[in-house]
């Protein structure tokens, strides 16, 4: 069995360091964490308030060595329903499960306290090593994982708050792209249909907004969002609340590709010509959105590849290779498939 040369003990923090914090003993800390009837209520408070400052987890294989090999990796997704998140998956149990590691798959709904919280869980389980989907992790989150000694992966988008390493692409980049097709086949009134909105969504937005921006075109009243989840029923009704609000619409660019099926059908219920009357592009190329008539526009970003990458870039870790800066984040772009949708 290869030794496991890539975990950073000495950088975990202790109960010693946690108790050196509030001026107590380390068996006074273990009492407030394992018996906390035991001690009082106002250390109890300065002990949870010192682990979370300090992002200390507990090790729930305390009996073993510090630096022995679990053979278990975390993998954190924001949802185990969402089609785009399959192929990362399968990747990383392709790449990991022959090597003999277990995968914890953890589902955060898209909550950064519920990811906050499966973090911890997975370090008490000793993890060797985990992969996070993006970039917006709670600062307690943060943390946790730049104290846990073990290497870390950051997937589904690139950007500058790296923890350890990353493999993605650019939301911003993908959405400005897109608009600047639908721009270039000449629309000039550009709307964007966006659901649950959470940080990739904004920065898909925000390109949405920098592309009209940098031509002159005004985004201005052309959005129709909502925190719902997404779903493509969802997408015909965002359709009609912006064509009810809109002066005049004669594109849109979707937050992804259920939104954009359900913009092209509530199309063809109201009689609207796709794309002679509206251009409709969408995000993420589902299967799907091939199939459809007419055949849907989209971003493709490689998510197989994506999953493959960080599972290997983590397992060269685990085995004690060393990874240079440029290997350490990689920015695997994406392709713009353009259909008859626009």
Same mark, same amino acid.
């Given at each position: 069995?290869?030794?496991?040369?890539?975990?950073?003990?000495?950088?975990?923090?202790?109960?010693?360091?946690?108790?050196?914090?509030?001026?107590?003993?380390?068996?006074?800390?273990?009492?407030?964490?394992?018996?906390?009837?035991?001690?009082?209520?106002?250390?109890?408070?300065?002990?949870?308030?010192?682990?979370?400052?300090?992002?200390?987890?507990?090790?729930?294989? %305390?009996?073993?060595? %510090?630096?022995?090999?679990?053979?278990?990796?975390?993998?954190?997704? &924001?949802?185990?329903?969402?089609?785009?998140?399959?192929?990362?998956?399968?990747?990383?149990?392709?790449?990991?499960?022959?090597?003999?590691?277990?995968?914890?798959?953890?589902?955060?709904?898209?909550?950064?306290?519920? /990811?906050?919280?499966?973090?911890?869980?997975?370090?008490?389980?000793?993890? $060797?090593?985990?992969?996070?989907?993006?970039? $917006?992790?709670?600062?307690?989150?943060?943390?946790?994982?730049?104290?846990?000694?073990?290497?870390?992966?950051?997937?589904?988008?690139?950007?500058?708050?790296?923890?350890?390493?990353?493999?993605?692409?650019?939301?911003?980049?993908?959405?400005?792209?897109?608009?600047?097709?639908?721009? /270039?086949?000449?629309? @000039?009134?550009?709307?964007?249909?966006?659901?649950?909105?959470?940080?990739?969504?904004?920065?898909?937005?925000?390109?949405?907004?920098?592309?009209?921006?940098?031509?002159?075109?005004?985004?201005?009243?052309?959005?129709?969002?909502?925190?719902?989840?997404?779903?493509?029923?969802?997408?015909?009704?965002?359709?009609?609340?912006?064509?009810?609000?809109?002066?005049?619409?004669?594109?849109?660019?979707?937050?992804?590709?259920?939104?954009?099926?359900?913009?092209?059908?509530?199309?063809?219920?109201?009689?609207?010509?796709? &794309?002679?009357?509206?251009?409709?592009?969408?995000?993420?190329?589902?299967?799907?959105?091939?199939?459809?008539?007419?055949?849907?526009?989209?971003?493709? &970003?490689?998510?197989? @590849?994506?999953?493959?990458?960080?599972?290997?870039?983590?397992?060269?870790?685990?085995?004690?290779?060393?990874?240079? /800066? /440029?290997?350490?984040?990689?920015?695997?772009?994406?392709?713009?498939?353009?259909?008859?949708?626009?």
């Amino acid at each position: 069995m290869k030794k496991n040369h890539s975990r950073k003990s000495s950088n975990r923090v202790t109960l010693q360091d946690v108790a050196q914090r509030i001026g107590v003993s380390a068996i006074t800390v273990s009492r407030a964490l394992n018996k906390p009837e035991k001690v009082s209520g106002d250390m109890r408070r300065k002990v949870e308030a010192a682990t979370k400052e300090l992002g200390y987890i507990p090790n729930r294989a %305390a009996s073993a060595l %510090a630096s022995a090999e679990s053979h278990i990796v975390g993998l954190i997704i &924001p949802s185990l329903t969402n089609y785009v998140f399959a192929k990362v998956i399968r990747a990383v149990y392709n790449v990991l499960l022959p090597e003999g590691y277990q995968i914890l798959l953890g589902n955060s709904h898209y909550s950064p306290i519920e /990811e906050e919280k499966l973090i911890a869980t997975f370090l008490e389980q000793n993890a $060797d090593g985990i992969i996070v989907t993006g970039l $917006d992790q709670t600062d307690h989150g943060r943390r946790m994982l730049c104290q846990a000694g073990v290497p870390i992966v950051q997937i589904m988008e690139v950007g500058d708050s790296i923890i350890d390493m990353n493999v993605g692409f650019s939301h911003f980049q993908a959405a400005y792209d897109i608009t600047c097709h639908l721009i /270039e086949r000449g629309c @000039k009134d550009i709307g964007f249909l966006g659901a649950r909105m959470d940080p990739r969504a904004q920065r898909r937005l925000q390109g949405y907004q920098k592309a009209l921006e940098d031509v002159g075109l005004s985004w201005r009243g052309k959005i129709s969002t909502t925190h719902q989840p997404s779903s493509v029923k969802l997408g015909g009704e965002l359709l009609l609340d912006l064509l009810s609000s809109a002066d005049k619409i004669d594109g849109i660019f979707c937050l992804n590709d259920d939104l954009a099926m359900g913009a092209l059908f509530q199309c063809q219920r109201s009689h609207i010509h796709v &794309p002679k009357d509206l251009a409709i592009a969408g995000f993420n190329d589902l299967e799907p959105s091939a199939c459809v008539n007419p055949s849907l526009t989209t971003v493709n &970003p490689p998510r197989f @590849k994506m999953g493959e990458m960080a599972a290997n870039m983590l397992l060269s870790r685990m085995q004690g290779e060393h990874l240079s /800066e /440029e290997q350490k984040q990689v920015d695997l772009g994406y392709e713009i498939i353009i259909r008859q949708s626009s």
